[in-house]
């Protein structure tokens, strides 16, 4: 079975910090792209940040030089560092674990969400 769990997640004030993690079971982790994704209400889902299997790291526009995916195979964790904290950040948080090949998707996977406020 194929389980992602976030947590971390919680209530902050804007400027402040929270870091994020997704623990994996279930999937070779180190090969997968890990990413975290969030969806505020009313609006669609959204990339925040990936890393591939060789460190190699995308982001959005909008959170770019304040937040940080890494990733510890050894640990089957993905982390996102959240710094400089936004209102426009909250929204529910979602890891997701994915594998692909030329012909298509080989595996995808998501977590159950964990909730970002942040507000003052």
């Known amino acids: 079975q194929v389980q992602l769990v976030e947590s971390g997640g919680g209530l902050v004030q804007p400027g402040g910090s929270l870091r994020l993690s997704c623990a994996a079971s279930?999937?070779?982790?180190?090969?997968?792209?890990m990413g975290w994704y969030r969806q505020a209400p009313g609006k669609q889902r959204e990339l925040v940040a990936n890393?591939?299997?060789?460190?190699?790291?995308n982001f959005a526009d909008s959170v770019k030089g304040r937040f940080t995916i890494s990733r510890d195979n050894a640990k089957n964790t993905v982390y996102l560092q959240m710094n400089s904290l936004k209102p426009e950040d909250t929204a529910a948080y979602y890891c997701?674990?994915?594998?692909?090949?030329?012909?298509?998707?080989?595996?995808?996977?998501w977590g159950q969400g964990t909730q970002v406020t942040v507000s003052s």
């Open positions: 279930g999937i070779l982790f180190r090969i997968y792209t």
């Open positions: 890393i591939t299997n060789d460190g190699t790291t």
């Open positions: 997701n674990a994915n594998l692909g090949s030329p012909r298509g998707v080989i595996g995808d996977y």
